[in-house]
């Protein structure tokens, strides 16, 4: 698969490195930026094109997949037009920052006829496949509850780096939408779809921006399961990643890709060790799987519609922390 990169920031210049990195199923054509010497550079380190003009990225009969690296809210301005130009596309997470945006997406998905998944790179750690191949085997019973946990440390200058970050406009929100929304997808595929949340949001240790940097959420799941959201990046010191889902036969507990506690009735999963955790090889294994999923025409692992059920509940608790009222994801 022939890829182009639009925007060379700090993950289009992952992806051009693994997309490199997939020899024998991916080639790097051109990266794309609308600041040039952004794209020079990384094209420069890649030995392939740079292009300030996304249009004519698209209108590359080289080019059969794009990866979408902008900051959140230009990810739909940007997916729609590679569709209708004929591309698959990889979306970095969040698809976008509204439903209406993310509908735009599939929308145009479907009338391509082409493949879009959305970048949730944690799904693919042997970790996070071990749970949920137990659940969906039934191993932990009746799912009762569950909870997904991001507590970061974001300096003032992480939000200072970019004009985007911290804006309503273009990062659609803060340690929820931003950080969290890894974990929100994470509980989502292992309790079912969410059918209301009531939250609090903060603005609590940051400067000069416009969105949550602490975030705190119930969840009652469709199958009846309750869960707890907690997002933030003002934990001074902090650098926990925990998704962890209990059932009336066993639980389960994944702790920076790591498992910590595994049981299923009396049998204690992890006692011979949780499998190691695969780190930026895990953007790899999404990415291969993309690849796959294109040549074998079936579903990728992640689709554009986990992309918009992940950040539908990320929108309802900002709705509820705004509204002071229990509200339904879209
Ligand atoms: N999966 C992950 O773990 C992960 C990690 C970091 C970032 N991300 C996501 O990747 C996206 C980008 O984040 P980043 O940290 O790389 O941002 P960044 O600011 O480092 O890079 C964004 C790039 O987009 C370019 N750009 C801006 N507007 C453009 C336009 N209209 N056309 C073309 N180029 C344009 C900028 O010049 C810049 O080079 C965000 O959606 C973010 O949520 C995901």
Redesign the pocket.
């Known amino acids: 698969m022939r890829f182009g990169i639009?925007?060379?920031?700090?993950?289009?210049a992952l992806h051009a490195r693994l997309v490199a990195s997939l020899e024998g199923k991916a080639r790097l054509v051109a990266v794309?930026?609308?600041?040039l010497g952004?794209a020079e550079a990384l094209a420069a380190t890649h030995g392939c094109d740079a292009v300030g003009d996304?249009d004519a990225l698209y209108a590359r009969d080289d080019i059969d997949a794009v990866v979408i690296?902008?900051?959140?809210g230009?990810?739909a301005d940007?997916a729609v037009p590679a569709l209708r130009a004929g591309k698959h596309v990889v979306i970095?997470?969040?698809i976008d920052i509204t439903l209406a945006a993310a509908d735009r997406i599939i929308e145009a998905e479907r009338e391509s006829g082409r493949t879009v998944t959305v970048?949730s790179?944690r799904r693919f750690e042997p970790s996070f496949r071990l749970v949920k191949a137990a659940i969906e085997a039934g191993e932990l019973g009746r799912l009762t509850s569950g909870a997904a946990e991001v507590t970061l440390w974001r300096p003032q200058s992480y939000y200072d780096s970019?004009g985007?970050r911290g804006t309503w406009a273009l990062d659609g929100g803060g340690a929820l939408m931003?950080q969290g929304v890894?974990v929100v997808d994470l509980m989502l595929a292992l309790l079912g779809p969410a059918e209301e949340v009531s939250a609090y949001t903060g603005l609590l240790a940051h400067e000069g921006i416009e969105v949550e940097d602490t975030a705190i959420a119930a969840v009652r799941f469709a199958g009846g399961a309750l869960g707890r959201v907690f997002a933030t990046t003002a934990a001074h010191g902090g650098a926990s990643v925990r998704v962890s889902v209990f059932g009336d036969q066993g639980h389960a507990v994944v702790e920076n890709e790591v498992i910590s506690s595994f049981k299923v009735g009396d049998d204690d999963r992890i006692s011979g060790g949780s499998p190691a955790r695969l780190g930026a090889e895990s953007?790899l294994a999404q990415l291969a799987d993309f690849v796959d999923a294109v040549a074998e025409g079936r579903a990728p692992e992640v689709t554009s519609a986990d992309g918009r059920a992940a950040l539908a509940l990320v929108l309802a608790v900002y709705e509820s922390a705004r509204a002071g009222t229990p509200v339904k994801p879209g």
């Open positions: 639009v925007g060379c920031g700090v993950i289009g794309a930026d609308t600041d952004r996304l690296c902008l900051p959140s230009l990810h940007a970095e997470k969040p970048i790179q970019g985007w931003n890894h953007h």
